[in-house]
């Protein structure tokens, strides 16, 4: 009888130690046209997803805003551990978006985006502000590795206390961007 439990529970481990290699086989896989990885593991646990859009109030010098935490719809978080908080967002297709709304006092604004892009073809895209579609991509040709839309910042200015929504997304009405890339952060600076 012990021999046939032994025998069980050998089968039994073999069974969970196959299931594990399946699992950190899936969970290590390449996403589609990016070189990131989704990996969870035990030191990063990834944020949870609002399922709300976010309010966030403007304070201070300037703010920043990880796009993870923003309303997503078809875009995924992936780890990423040069990303700020180790995650960022990936814009799969066309109607991958993310949206956050920011109460602003009055004054003029600069945005800005952490973005990674491996190509030239794989790095525009387009910031709503309030509806006003403004192109926004890193250097040219992308550097590959995380930067800022400095050569494209989008300025904004409001005359008294509001609440903007900011959506990011691939295209605009009237030209199409692109994919494939990935966000880190939004960034928010009062300029006057």
């Not at 969970?27 to 309010?55: G, R, Y």
């Not at 709304?101 to 892009?117: D, S």
Request: net charge negative.
């Amino acid at each position: 009888m012990k021999i046939k439990a032994s025998n069980k529970i050998n089968s039994v481990l073999a069974l969970f130690a196959a299931l594990s290699v399946f699992s950190a086989a899936l969970l290590s896989c390449k996403t589609a046209d990016t070189e990131q990885f989704v990996i969870i593991d035990e030191k990063h646990v990834p944020p949870p997803m609002p399922t709300e859009l976010p309010v966030i109030e403007y304070s201070g010098l300037g703010i920043k805003f990880e796009c993870e935490q923003m309303l997503l719809h078809n875009a995924v978080a992936i780890q990423d551990k040069e990303a700020s908080g180790n995650f960022a967002i990936h814009i799969i297709d066309e109607s991958a978006n993310a949206k956050v709304k920011v109460k602003f006092p009055a004054g003029t604004y600069e945005v800005l985006l952490r973005e990674k892009a491996k190509d030239a073809d794989h790095s525009a895209f387009y910031v709503f502000v309030d509806g006003q579609s403004y192109r926004v991509y890193p250097n040219n040709p992308p550097s590959g590795s995380w930067e800022l839309t400095t050569r494209t910042p989008v300025y904004f200015t409001i005359e008294e206390q509001r609440t903007v929504l900011f959506t990011i997304q691939s295209n605009s009405d009237s030209k199409s961007g692109h994919t494939g890339m990935s966000l880190d952060y939004i960034q928010f600076i009062k300029r006057q």
